[in-house]
Antibody, heavy 126, light 108 residues
């Protein structure tokens, strides 16, 4: 079955760019949405954004100017980039597969994150 | 609106039934999904499409929606059900994701 694994640096300095990779095993990125979610220490989940398998992406409005998600050419990895990090970006970062559901007219009626990576801790500190 | 509102905490006696709610305007249009997260672990999906249970999730977990409120109900609650439960949906545009603030469930 499909499994996800995050990788990337655990420690960054303020103003640096965070780059995290999610490796997809047991499958490939040939359908669905591929997403990033983060969780600051002691806080709740925050949706960061997704990349649809065929190309378009959407991002949290509060991060939109700093974030991008891309899919690798092998279609077994997708990457999160977050520029100009600050201490507020300190969090556990999860990648997840997001499966869509459609109504009888073919319109999106909801999604769900059915597979998650284990998460990777990122600390921003000088 | 993009907000989903959950009660911060709820408690239930062992073996009893508990309902956790999530309110938001977008829930009138888009399905809710629910996630259980235990300390130090990644969340797991327990309900999707308002009321569907993934394979492997015990049937004591059920979901429903009425108007702008989605609910997760756990019957015969077990000690292992302790954790934080998050609801999720799309915002009113359908383009952006949003999570509720989470409800910490304590089993007494």
């Amino acid at each position: 079955q499909v499994q996800l694994q995050e990788s990337g640096p655990g420690l960054l300095k303020p103003s640096e760019t965070l780059s995290l990779t999610c490796t997809v095993s047991g499958g490939s990125i040939d359908s669905h949405y591929w997403s990033w979610i983060r969780q600051p220490p002691g806080k709740g989940l925050e949706w960061i954004g997704y990349k649809y398998y065929s190309g378009f992406a959407n991002y949290n409005a509060s991060l939109k100017s700093r974030v991008s998600i891309s899919i690798g050419t092998s279609r077994t990895k997708f990457t999160l980039k977050l520029t100009s990090v600050t201490a507020a970006d300190t969090a556990v970062y999860f990648c997840a597969r997001e499966i869509p559901q459609y109504d009888v007219r073919g319109f999106l009626s909801g999604t769900a994150f059915d597979i998650w990576g284990q998460g990777t801790r990122v600390t921003v500190s000088s | 609106s993009s907000d989903l509102t959950q009660d911060p905490a709820v408690s239930v006696a062992l073996g009893q039934t508990v309902r956790i709610t999530c309110q938001g305007d977008s829930l009138r249009t888009y399905f809710a999904s629910w996630y259980q997260q235990k300390a130090g672990q990644a969340p797991i999906l327990v309900i999707y499409g308002n009321d569907n249970r993934p394979s492997g999730i015990p049937d004591r977990f059920s979901g429903s929606r009425s108007g702008h409120t989605a609910s997760l109900t756990i019957t015969e609650t077990q000690a292992e059900d302790e954790g934080v439960y998050y609801c999720n949906s799309r915002d009113s545009s359908g383009n952006l994701g949003v999570f509720g603030g989470g409800t910490k469930l304590t089993v007494l």
